[in-house]
């Protein structure tokens, strides 16, 4: 009978999946940001995930400048909004707004981490298929940059709240362009069969721009197209940058207004497998600026403002979760193949990805040298559902053992954003590292907070 035993191997860490500053130490261990994760572990507990700083600022400025001297040739500018939804809490926001980005919020509640962060209104986006009047007030009230309209229906209901609010509500038009892109069909966004924008090709998108002009309490910034989520193929931002520029002119033929602004949305990919090769800003850049010019100069219209919205691409690779190894037990799944099932102490309440879409992670042990033969191991959390999948297929040592610390690297975007409290399992916290510190910046969940809730 095989184990599946392979090489022993240190831990791998490839710099494409793992945060920037992760080294392995000479007795094998891991440190982040400067921070021992052994030390980390002991000061903080685990679960936790723990974020490189350093990796998220310098994310957030590489798609700044990429994209501003892409685009700089054409004479426009562009505004990165941070996408909050993959990660947002008080300092992520403040960081990526000291790092020049704006803050892309999707409900009442990210839009007040972002305003209690101190980003200024005007710099904070309001997304959401089905915004409450509550929202879109309390959107108004702060004074934000922009409110993307997601339905015709919701013209005139943002009408109404500027109207209320006595003031004039900057919007755009989200549209779906029939570009279908993405890691998984729950977050490819913008084929035709889904909850999200005005359809380009069905003539939604057009009636309901006609719509906000016909309102004077709203200012017409410009058209929205979000294609989909973990994009590895950057042919999808061009084919739907094409079809909304050419929709751009279309409306300024019919109305004689020419939008000034369009967004291109996020989706950008990271690698979340070692060997995986993420979707590179820069290239996207140039090659979004040169469809745009192309298109624009075909069109006759002058290239428009543009701005893009990455979230995974920002704050996933700069965060892992480290967990400590629990029950470890070899289950026979043929008579070839024994698996070893490593039990963690987090598991789908922590990432619920790969219940969710099947996604793939890699671990490691990061407390100490990892010398011995390797075996092929699942790493599976501690809830009431056998699809409780941390990390389907991975080769760990042999001798991984209760006690040990796992590390799985990219969990930092729709991570903790997405956490739950299933089994009534706490939250785990974000703990931020960097030049040799360890700062808590959300912090763990304890049996009390979850007994406040429960009033009896
Ligand atoms: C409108 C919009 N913008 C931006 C994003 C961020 O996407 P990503 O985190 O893949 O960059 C999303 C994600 O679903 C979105 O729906």
């Known amino acids: 009978m095989s184990t599946g035993t392979t090489h022993a191997v240190p831990p791998h860490l490839d710099p494409a999946v793992w945060p920037a500053s992760a080294q392995v130490g000479v007795d094998g261990a891991v440190s982040v940001g400067g921070v021992d994760l052994r030390t980390l572990a002991a000061d903080h507990g685990t679960p936790a995930y723990v974020l490189d700083e350093a990796d998220f600022r310098a994310r957030a400025r590489h798609f700044r400048t990429a994209f501003a001297e892409a685009f700089a040739p054409l004479g426009v500018g562009v505004d990165v909004y941070y996408a909050g939804k993959a990660f947002l809490s008080v300092a992520v926001a403040r960081w990526a707004h000291e790092e020049g980005l704006r803050i892309d919020t999707a409900t009442g509640g990210e839009l007040a981490v972002a305003l209690r962060a101190g980003v200024p209104g005007l710099d904070v986006g309001l997304h959401g298929n089905n915004k409450s009047d509550a929202e879109l007030d309390r959107a108004l009230a702060a004074g934000v940059g922009r409110i993307v309209l997601d339905s015709l229906e919701e013209v005139g209901r943002v009408a109404d709240a500027a109207a209320r609010a006595g003031t004039r509500a900057p919007v755009m038009v989200r549209v779906t362009t029939g570009v279908h892109a993405g890691g998984h069909e729950y977050i490819s966004t913008a084929h035709e069969d889904q909850k999200f924008g005005l359809s380009v090709t069905g003539g939604q998108a057009l009636a309901a721009l006609r719509a906000v002009l016909a309102r004077p309490e709203l200012e017409l910034l410009g058209i929205h197209s979000h294609i989909g989520s973990q994009i590895l193929d950057p042919s999808g931002f061009e084919l739907a940058a094409h079809k909304v520029m050419a929709l751009r002119a279309e409306l300024a033929a019919l109305t004689g207004h020419l939008v000034p602004e369009v967004d291109l949305g996020g989706g950008f990919g990271i690698a979340y497998l070692p060997g995986e090769v993420p979707l590179d800003p820069e290239r996207v850049a140039k090659d979004t600026a040169r469809t745009v010019a192309e298109a624009c100069a075909s069109l006759g219209t002058p290239p428009p403002r543009i701005s893009i919205e990455p979230g ?36 789908m309440s922590d990432n619920l990805r790969p219940a969710l879409y099947g996604a793939a992670y890699t671990a490691a042990v990061v407390s100490r040298a990892a010398e011995a033969a390797t075996v092929r191991a699942r790493v599976v959390g501690k809830h009431c559902e056998s699809g409780d999948v941390v990390v389907r297929d991975v080769a760990l040592p042999a001798d991984v053992a209760r006690g040990d610390l796992l590390a799985v690297p990219a969990t930092g975007a729709y991570g903790r954003s997405m956490a739950s409290n299933y089994n009534h399992v706490p ?29 009896g």
């Not at 965060?319 to 698996?339: A, F, N, W």
């Not at 939250?427 to 030049?435: G, I, L, Q, T």
């Open 427 to 455: 939250r785990p916290p974000v703990v931020a590292v960097r030049d040799g510190v360890a700062t808590v910046i959300v912090r763990r969940e304890t049996e009390d907070d979850l007994l406040g809730l429960d009033v």
């Open 312 to 347: 995974r691409a920002i704050v996933g690779p700069t965060t892992l979760t480290l967990y400590t190894v629990g029950t470890v037990k070899p289950v026979s799944v043929t008579e070839d193949l024994v698996r070893t099932y490593v039990s963690v102490d987090g598991g």
